[in-house]
């Protein structure tokens, strides 16, 4: 069956850095588009990042951009979300996802697999 698992969340002072990665198994990974999305408690799931099948375009919400990059290597079925300057409020659990075409990006209804996520806290 398709799993994604996530990982490389934590605890980071405010202005730190972190590399989420999520590894992939049971399905064709090249052939899907990733993407990454948070939800804090009481709030609904936020997109922040994708890219496609290929890894030639990505894919940012105003609110991240410049501070989050997602890259994948399709050889290890892996993708990346690399958070630079992180602030209080990027605390969330974040996810992964895959979806196996490049529209609708955004809306998380339209992702076929989910990862279980992985904690982000950001001390101030």
């Known amino acids: 069956q398709v799993q994604l698992v996530e990982s490389g969340g934590g605890l980071v002072q405010a202005g730190g850095s972190l590399r989420l990665s999520c590894a992939a198994s049971?399905?064709?990974?090249?052939?899907?588009?990733m993407g990454w999305f948070r939800q804090s408690p009481g709030e609904e799931r936020e997109f922040v990042a994708a890219i496609r099948r290929s890894g030639d375009r990505t894919y940012y919400p105003d609110s991240v951009k410049g501070r989050f990059t997602i890259s994948r290597d399709n050889t290890k079925n892996t993708v990346y979300l690399q958070i630079d300057s992180l602030k209080p409020e990027d605390t969330a659990v974040y996810y992964c996802a895959a979806k196996a075409s490049w529209t609708s990006l955004s809306i998380a209804t339209r992702y076929d697999y989910w990862g279980r996520g992985t904690q982000v806290t950001v001390s101030s």
């Open positions: 049971g399905l064709t990974f090249s052939s899907y588009a």
